[in-house]
Structure formats: structure tokens, C-alpha cells
């Protein structure tokens, strides 16, 4: 596996990025991955790094940019001790309007890559990152061909930047995995949101994973639950699978 570290300038700085590529010369699809609110740290490179072995070019950029220098943070001693108090600071230096914004200067350098295919690229995002893989879909119909959510909060709310109130202009398939144990998406917020893709005629499935925990894909969380998180794969190769290749 190959793995690059770079920097994407965006319109409010310079985004750091890691690149993963499967081995051997070709060319691949493109996925973007918006991470959860502790950002760089091993697992996650960890997961872009699987998510290549099946055979794309996987962008995983830093949104904690703006912020500055941090880290990297260790989720399980965050939830043992003030949560908020850790990573507050550092969401608050983004949302999914600025991460949709970002995702313009993504695309732009996917598309100097010669290893990469196709007009399409998929987003997957994990927790905050979960929103945010939405919003790209939203706010790029022509570019985002798939778009993953995993234990994603705050799908759909009053908030401007709710990732529902994009669903008018969605055309990617989506994927949207949600925890029955998620006090940041309980069942009422879920249907809103699907009330907001069926009326917008979004193709997509949504699934409660019954026994998961908010996080349960992330092997660094204290709820990581490996048999779903396998799921999760499975479903995440099967519609990227489908739908960029």
C-alpha cells in the first residue's frame, strides 16, 4: 500500500491530507473521508489505508485544519474524562457548510491525479464526518457518485446546515448506518431525515444496527463492536463497488 502526505490549499488555508493507493500501477476510483471529531490519528489512517486495499484512491484530509496543530487524541481516554472539554475547540473550526466548501479543493486535486478514474467519486463519513459526507453529495450532485454515513449526528435538524435540507439535490446512492443507541441520532431525527430523501426521490438505504453503540465502526472507540463494524464494510465495498467501479 502506498501512502502520500500532502497539503491541499483551500479557500481558508493549507488542508494537510493523507493519500492511500492500492499496490501496483492502475488506476482507481476516488473516495474522500471526512473524519469523526478526534481527526489524524492511527485508526483512521488505519481505515484509509483498508479502504484502499479494496482497490481506490482514498483522500483523507484533515477538516481540523483551521485550527492549527493538535494531537493526535486518544478516544478512549476523551471519554473517560471531559469529552467536550477535548475536542470542542476543535469542531467548532468546522461544520458541514465548511466541509462541503473543502470538499471543492478536494475534487480539484483528485483531478490531477493520473492514478485516478472516472468523473465519480464516493464519500464516506464516521460520526461529525458522517453529515459531512452528505453535504459534498448535496453540494456536488455531478461529482459524488455514492455517499456513506456511519453513525452520523445531527443528520437532520433546524440547524442551516442540516445535511436533509440537501436531499433536493442529491444523486448519489446513499448509505446511511445509524446506531439504536445514538442519543445524537435518535429514531425521530432518523425518519426526519428519511422523510426529507423520500420526498426529494433519493436512491438509498438506511439501517439501524440493533446492538451498536454511537462510533461502533472506529476500532479506537471504547464501543467498538467488530461484528458490526464488519457489516459496515461489507456494505461500504458493496455500494462503492456498485456505483464507481
Known sequence: MKHETITIRTRDGQCPAHVFTPDGAGSWPAVIVYMDAFGIRPALLQLGERLAGGGY???VPDLFYRYGAYGPLDPKQAFAGDFRAMVGPLMATT????AARDTEAFLAYL????DVVGDKVGTVGFCMGGGMAIAAAGTYPDRVGAAIS???GRLATDDPTSPHLLAPSIRAELYVAVADKDGSCPPEMVERFKRALDDAGVRYRCEVYS?????WMKTDFPVY???AAERGWSEMFALFGRALK
Do not use: P, Q
Open 57 to 59: 484512491v482514498v483522500l
Open 111 to 114: 483531478d490531477t491525479r493520473t
Open 150 to 152: 456511519f453513525h452520523g
Open 211 to 215: 446492538g451498536a453503540s454511537h462510533g
Open 95 to 98: 461544520d458541514n457548510a465548511k
Open 225 to 227: 463492536n467488530e461484528a
